[in-house]
């Protein structure tokens, strides 16, 4: 076939710059340490390489996550062993108080020892993590679970809400247990009852934690809840505070408790239990008493607190100190349980947590193992490659000025 | 003779002129587009001389360039394809770097944005944690603002290309109409010679032409071509030349199209160009450039939807609900902004229209286009531009707004006045990304927490173990108020299988909600829904037992009577919503009779498909009074005798009675009391049997039928001995006007007359929201209570009986009629029946109306009210008995993260066509850009080749080959000293003749 110059000349070029181009995109594969530049280098891989990005994004994710899991769990487990440490004093103070010998002195030298321990056992159940948050409140991470009430004990503030954390794509794992179910929500011995001042109310009245008069009446009235209602000062001639004692279910007052006048922090006796109101209630105003089979171990040490210093020496107060003592035994024994029971969870959750984990690197080695195969580069076969090209354009450089210098002018 | 020196002038001529034309090709060899040429040599015309033929040596013909009009054309064709492909691939390996690039993608931002937000989960009361994810959402809006400004330029840059491209189109056309005019003119003047480098010129434009876009060349006559591009639109006939222009689309304005005028028509030819440069340009647009941007604004509007929705169902840190997150995606400037009217519709420019995103899942990355199809103004049709698809074709109202359902927008016609011919262009996605924009400014603004938090009672003796809750829509009336459920709820177990809900809002009181929900099955051992799922049933409540005018007296000498039971004859419907047309269909009407019990009515319409019916029956007996036996009377002294559907309540019995259940009150007191009432009907087993109940708080006594049979009372006894009636339904005065400076109360007076005024309003279902207003100065309690009683009667409330009103402890006024039922002394007795009051639940498109308007059962009109909450709670386990759980508001959760995590999980789910996450549809963009770059450049590859391979051809051809011009340089060069030896050697010739005449 007939060659123009300009097809040869521009040809040889063309030649060069195509094994430029070459070149350079080895180079640039090279330095970059990818076999994949651009999608279009190959859509499927990249789309592919993508999916594996965000799958080891997630996973780092859920790596963060496990690490948090853990503190969490293991901060609530140091909490719940000092709660058990004080609570087995306490048994043991318990035991002591309930031997004959004591005298009323004593029991109280031994009832402010409790005290004390009470106030410890407390101070680690409003035990905050390292972010500053009460880790048995629930929800409510910055209010105190257990704060103390005006009428002696302590009432729990928190709520049952419990955290979860996702840990992986589908499993989650609970970061922390609520105040509630570990240290309120305990199987009493006894029926029992706990009360609370109606959110409603308008004056300033509070209802403190109340004790058992007499369990036999208080069991035959269970599990019948009631509350106290303020009535209109009228409702009495002269006009004066008075209050009624109506039975939830039905709103029907209690046989001899309707508008009685009332003196604050006074005894108001019903159905084997005794509260005391104090403050100012208004009309209208009601306070709740419900019947329950559980009681917190706060109140439990608390009503034990109470008794120690109040029964006397006598045969009568024996008996009533052996029965409150025994009750008070069982009533720790069951917190210890459950909160046993809640360390054992928490060790379970770890398991699965460590379980978690492993399976999730080895889950991110495969994501990652295979990320590297698709946009990763062989860098022996790219460098041999680029020998290769790099010989390639050098031929091609030299042909070009070998034949283009070749011309029959040259010999005229 | 022949003359020799005249035959060797030519021959010198000819060698002259062949090296001139050498010389030319050889200076020519770089010049582009030019032919080489070769000179035509021919013999002279013989001389007849003496009888023979004596050649008269040579001349040039012609000169030629050496051309083959199919290479050519070859080359062309090629040209077109190759620069098409090769500018598809430049632009779109651009967007291609611009997406998979780390630096400048979206995958990292979304990574990032919710990488941020599992550090917030972890420590939701952590300020910095969630300072982090505000800006980490900045960070993820910026990436898409970013790379949707870089879409954007590159359509702006595109814009400008087109328009230079015309330009250059418009220019070569213009000098090949002028080479025409030329090319004639020479090839005349010359006498069919031709102009070789006029032809190698216009040759040259047109290849350059048909690197800018494909062409058809037709020559005319020999010397003219006509260029036509596209689908046969000409550019140049002859020597005139027709104008290509860029103009703004005539439908979306931000794509320019090439419009040619021809005969003063403009045509719009942008789809009908192939080949070329502005082909590959108009190809990257279409297949690149703009799904690529309406698939980033899907992703976009993807993630807003679905953050938005689900921030908005949290609290945040200050227990604050959810705002959005991002900006409203459908604000009426964006919505109007979606769609754009043609340039062309018809004068004056007064049509609104909106696009509004409903379902980001169901969205296109499709542009669309209506039509107002004619003949009538309204008819329209609604085309997706993508597949060409007609996805609605109907006609509007003039109803503003008109709202249609398409592909998971919501076309709305706002204003104007619609004209057939119209033509709107909707684009749902395409702004998506660009409008993107952050809401939320401060880290406590972050919803992390759910609204609603359980509470399972520390009283509970059973194992069941509530959900902390669920919330699915926040625009329900329990979320009305920030910060607070209304009402706060209390699950009540009346049995290890059933459970009342009740409205909490005083926790020593809890009421049944309205509509209620008492009485609710529990299944052990499966996970229960304790609140309503469906979000689409309503109730309609009737308006209850009335308290008739007065009592009936049954004769003791006559047959017994029946007293009513108030309620009067009426007709109900349900009309149903009929899903193809549109419009609401009546089923047949219920009659019902005068004085139907509720059970009845509820049980003929729960035969209906889609309705549940409940009724109820409630009675109110307060104040028993004991009468006195007249001596002068013709009776006997007797004591009371009070009957409650047959069934004697006042009966004294012996000690081995199997009639109640033990222990009953078995001593009669004078008068009756509302505790001996309620403990005689709670101790009798036929009551018990029939859903009989009763509740007294001391003062008064409520009998309950639960199923919503008659409850009809006989009253015989002294004169006197009776009590008060009703249906025990409180109406509440609701204060309107200025608070009362002192609580009121029953036992003591009250000065109106300082301040006020002191209004009230009341609402009497079935009747109407009457006002009071209380004035006047009052001593006693009893006048302040009958002052009110005045004000209320004075209203045109109507009712039966007498008003009794109360003000409880708080001083809250409420009134009811009650009626006196007494017994007159004789035999006889009085009669009072009360009818119940009907619940119906109906599916939705349902509704419940009633006629005449005069009757009692319904309101005309009645409302429905959504028996869902908005959220869900469920619960397995056993409960007991009396097991309690609150659903209350969740305050102080500052360490909730429920909420957040279900943000979180947004990430995991298939927002994109319902099947894709929002990184897989991320994804799939970067692979179809990438697919699109990878296949324009194996084809302009392979056009590069069959490029090349004609430009060789050509070349071959045409094309200088210094050697051979070279050659000929030697050949010619000897040519021309042959020939001037052939001068000489005539010169000779002449000397010697010469020399011998000497």
């Known amino acids: 076939m007939r060659i123009s110059s300009m097809q040869q000349f521009q040809q040889g070029v063309n030649g060069i710059i195509k094994n430029q181009e070459i070149v350079n995109r080895s180079q640039q594969q090279i330095s970059s340490g990818k076999s994949i530049l651009t999608p279009a280098d190959d859509p499927i891989a990249s789309t592919r390489i993508l999916q594996l990005q965000q799958d080891i994004a997630l996973r780092e994710q859920y790596a963060d996550n496990l690490i948090a899991a853990k503190n969490h769990q293991n901060h609530e487990e140091v909490a719940l062993e000092a709660v058990i440490e004080n609570l087995q004093k306490i048994r043991t103070l318990t035991i002591q108080s309930g031997n004959g010998s004591t005298t009323k002195d004593d029991r109280g030298f031994i009832a402010a020892e409790i005290e004390e321990r009470l106030k410890s056992v407390v101070d680690l159940l409003n035990t905050r993590d390292a972010s500053n948050v009460y880790i048995f409140s629930g929800y409510k991470g910055e209010v105190k679970p257990f704060e103390e009430r005006a009428g002696g004990g302590y009432s729990f503030e928190g709520d049952q809400g419990q955290r979860e954390l996702q840990i992986s794509a589908n499993a989650s794992v609970k970061v922390n247990d609520s105040g509630e179910d570990l240290f309120v929500n305990i199987p009493s011995v006894n029926n029992t009852f706990f009360t609370q001042d109606n959110s409603e109310n308008i004056g300033t009245g509070v209802i403190n934690v109340g004790y058992i008069r007499d369990q036999d009446e208080l069991d035959s009235f269970y599990p019948e809840d009631f509350y106290i209602e303020f009535n209109s000062d009228n409702e009495l001639t002269p006009p004066q505070e008075n209050y009624s004692v109506r039975r939830r279910s039905d709103d029907r007052a209690v046989d001899g408790l309707s508008t009685i006048p009332f003196s604050a922090g006074a005894d108001i006796t019903f159905a084997g239990v005794s509260v005391k109101v104090s403050g100012k209630p208004e009309p209208g105003d009601t306070f709740i008493i419900n019947s329950s089979e559980k009681q917190s171990v706060t109140d439990t040490i608390q009503m034990l607190v109470e008794g120690l210093r109040e029964f006397d020496d006598s045969v009568a107060g024996g008996d009533q100190i052996n029965e409150m003592v025994s009750a008070t035994l069982t009533n720790i024994d069951s917190s210890i349980t459950k909160i046993s029971t809640t360390r054992s969870e928490i060790g379970a959750r770890l398991n699965s947590i460590e379980s978690v984990d492993n399976f999730q690197q080895d889950l991110e080695l495969v994501s990652q193992e295979a990320l590297s195969t698709l946009q990763d580069l062989d860098f022996a076969e790219a460098v041999s490659r680029l020998s290769l090209e790099s010989f390639l354009l050098e031929a091609s450089q030299q042909t070009y000025s070998k034949v283009n210098s070749l011309s029959l002018f040259n010999y005229l | ?796 409330y109507s009712f039966t009986g007498d008003l009794d009103v109360d003000i409880d402890a708080k001083g809250n006024i409420t009134f009811q009629p009650r009626l006196e039922v007494f017994g007159n002394g004789d035999w006889g007795s009085y009669k009072v029946t009360m009818g119940g009051e009907i619940k119906v639940i109906l599916d939705e498109g349902l509704t419940l109306s009633s006629a005449p308007n005069l009757s009692n059962l319904f309101e005309e009109e009645p409302s429905h009210e959504p028996v869902y909450l908005g959220y869900e709670v469920t619960m397995t386990g056993i409960p007991d008995e009396g097991d309690e759980y609150e659903v209350n508001f969740n305050s102080d959760a500052v360490s909730d993260n429920r909420n957040g995590n279900l943000l979180s999980n947004i990430q995991n789910l298939e927002i994109i066509e319902d099947d894709m996450t929002l990184s897989e549809g991320y994804g799939r963009m970067v692979e179809e850009v990438g697919s699109i770059t990878a296949r324009a450049q194996i084809n302009a590859e392979s056009a590069k080749t069959l490029l090349d391979f004609s430009e060789a051809s050509v070349q071959s051809v045409s094309g200088v080959n210094l050697d051979e011009e070279a050659a000929k340089l030697i050949q010619y060069e000897l040519g021309y000293n042959a020939a001037a030896q052939v001068i000489s050697v005539a010169r000779d010739i002449f000397s010697t003749l010469i020399g011998i005449f000497r």
Do not use: C
């Open chain 2, 1 to 796: 003779m022949a003359d020799l020196l005249s035959i060797g002038i030519s021959g010198l001529k000819v060698h002259q002129t062949a090296l001139a034309v050498t010389g030319n090709n050889i200076t020519n060899v770089n010049t582009e587009g030019y032919s080489r040429q070769e000179v035509d040599v021919v013999s002279n015309t013989p001389q007849f001389l003496g009888g023979i033929w004596v050649g008269s040596g040579a001349r040039i013909d012609d000169v030629q360039r050496v051309y083959d009009q199919f290479l050519v054309d070859q080359l062309r064709i090629d040209t077109s394809n190759f620069s098409e492909l090769d500018s598809l691939e430049l632009n779109a390996g651009q967007i291609d770097s611009l997406m998979a690039d780390p630096g400048t993608g979206l995958q990292p931002g979304l990574e990032r944005f919710f990488g941020s937000l599992q550090a917030a989960i972890d420590d939701p009361s952590s300020i910095p944690a969630r300072q982090v994810v505000i800006s980490e959402s900045q960070g993820l809006v910026d990436r898409f603002q970013t790379i949707d400004k870089r879409l954007t330029d590159h359509n702006a840059t595109l814009n400008g290309q087109m328009d230079a491209i015309v330009g250059n189109i418009n220019a070569l056309g213009e000098a090949i109409a002028v080479l025409n005019e030329q090319i004639l003119f020479a090839s005349s003047s010359a006498q069919g010679s031709q102009p070789n480098e006029l032809l190698d010129k216009r040759d040259l434009a047109l290849k350059e032409l048909s690197e800018l876009v494909g062409t058809t060349v037709v020559e005319q006559d020999g010397n003219s071509i006509n260029v036509s591009i596209g689908n046969g639109q000409s550019l140049v006939v002859g020597t005139t030349i027709q104008k290509l222009e860029v103009t703004n689309g005539s439908g979306d304005p931000q794509r320019k199209s090439i419009v040619l005028t021809q005969n003063g028509v403009e045509l719009d030819i942008t789809r009908e160009i192939s080949g070329g440069q502005l082909s590959g340009l108009l190809a990257f647009r279409e297949q690149v450039l703009d799904p690529a941007i309406s698939q980033l604004g899907r992703i976009s509007l993807g993630l807003q939807e679905f953050i938005n929705e689900q921030h908005q169902k949290g609290i945040d840190i200050d227990g604050q609900p959810g705002e959005i997150f991002f900006k409203d995606y459908n604000a009426a400037d964006i919505a109007q902004r979606r769609a754009v009217g043609n340039d062309d519709n018809a004068k004056p420019d007064d049509r609104q229209l909106a696009v509004y995103i409903t379902d980001a899942t169901s969205l296109t990355d499709s542009d669309y286009r209506v039509e107002f199809t004619g003949p009538n103004d309204v008819s329209f049709k609604v085309i997706r531009i993508d597949d060409g698809a007609e996805v609605l074709k109907t006609a509007i109202s003039t109803d503003y707004p008109d709202t249609f359902e398409i592909d998971g927008f919501t076309l709305s016609f706002e204003a104007g006045n619609y004209k057939a011919g119209d033509e709107f262009y909707l684009m749902p996605t395409r702004s998506g990304a660009k409008d993107i924009e952050l809401n939320l400014e401060l880290p406590q603004q972050i919803a992390l927490a759910v609204p609603i938090m359980t509470n399972a009672s520390i009283g509970n003796r059973g194992s069941g173990d509530i959900s902390s809750g669920e919330v699915f829509d926040i625009n329900t009336a329990a979320f009305e108020i920030p910060g607070q459920l209304q009402p706060p709820i209390l699950i009540k177990f009346t049995s290890a299988t059933t459970y009342d809900v009740l409205d909490n809002s005083d926790p020593a009181h809890p009421i049944p909600l309205f509509p209620s929900l008492m009485n609710q099955q529990y299944i052990p051992g499966i996970t229960n829904n304790l609140l309503p799922t469906d979000s689409t049933v309503s109730a309609v409540t009737s308006l209850g037992g009335f308290v008739p005018q007065s009592a009936t007296y049954q004769d003791w000498r006559l047959a017994p009577i029946t007293a009513g039971n108030g309620l009067f004859p009426g007709r109900l419907t349900i009309s149903e919503l009929d899903p193809i047309t549109g419009i609401m269909v009546d089923r047949p009407e219920f009659f019902i009779a005068a004085d139907t019990p509720a059970i009845e009515t509820a049980r003929l319409l729960s035969l209906e498909s889609g309705i549940e019916a409940t009724a109820r029956t409630t009675v109110e007996l307060k104040d028993f009074v004991a009468g006195t036996y007249l001596t002068n009377s013709p009776f006997p002294d007797e004591p009371v005798t009070l009957t409650l559907n047959g069934i004697v309540l006042t009966d004294v019995l012996p000690v081995d009675q199997l009639k109640y259940d033990t222990p009953y009150p078995d001593v009669v007191p004078e008068p009756l009391t509302p505790d001996f009432i309620a403990d005689r009907i709670n101790a009798n087993f036929d009551f018990r049997d029939q859903g009989i109940m009763a509740r007294s708080d001391g003062e008064s006594v409520e009998i309950i039928a639960i199923n919503g049979e008659d409850l009809a009372f006989e009253i015989d006894g002294e004169l006197g001995d009776g009590f008060k009636y009703s249906n025990g339904n409180d109406i509440y005065l609701k204060p309107t006007g200025e608070a009362l400076p002192t609580l009121l109360s029953e036992f003591d007076g009250y000065d109106f007359s300082v301040g006020g005024p002191f209004s009230f309003e009341f609402d009497v279902p079935g009747q109407d929201v009457f006002s009071i207003e209380l004035t006047g100065t009052h001593a006693t309690g009893v006048d302040v209570l009958n002052e009110i009683k005045t004000q209320i009667e004075a209203t045109t």
